[in-house]
């Protein structure tokens, strides 16, 4: 993945953490007023992440920015775990659990266990 501005950091984290904590991405008057930067920063900013392909825009509405998900690679860029489908987690679970109970079975479950979670 081609590497972040410390700005496109800043906007990223701030897209991150509205996802995690209300389900939906910031509006771009939201991340100015939360970053101290223009409107028109954000939109930049928001734009090189896309071409990028750490992000990925939707519309519903008016809002453009009110759905984005972000790739494995933006997880990555924030030092975030990757929140996977569910049911590959499941799969992952279970696949910890059927292995033979070694000194390290405990761990790999408990590993697979907490990959499931999705953390804010």
Avoid: N
Avoid at 42 to 48: D, H, L, W
Avoid at 76 to 89: F, R
């Amino acid at each position: 993945m081609i590497s972040l501005t410390e700005r496109q950091l800043q906007v990223l984290k701030v897209v991150e953490r509205s996802i995690c904590i209300t389900g939906f991405a910031p509006v771009t008057s939201d991340i100015a007023s939360t970053l101290s930067i223009s409107s028109g920063a954000v939109v930049s900013a928001m734009t090189g992440l896309e071409l990028k392909g750490y992000i990925k825009r939707g519309t519903i509405g008016k809002s453009t920015y009110r759905t984005i998900k972000l790739s494995s690679e933006a997880y990555e860029a924030l030092g975030l775990p990757c929140k996977q489908d569910p049911k590959i987690a499941l799969a992952k679970i279970i696949e910890a659990w059927d292995a033979p109970h070694s000194p390290a079975w405990a761990d790999a479950l408990e590993a697979s266990i907490e990959a499931a979670r999705v953390t804010c």
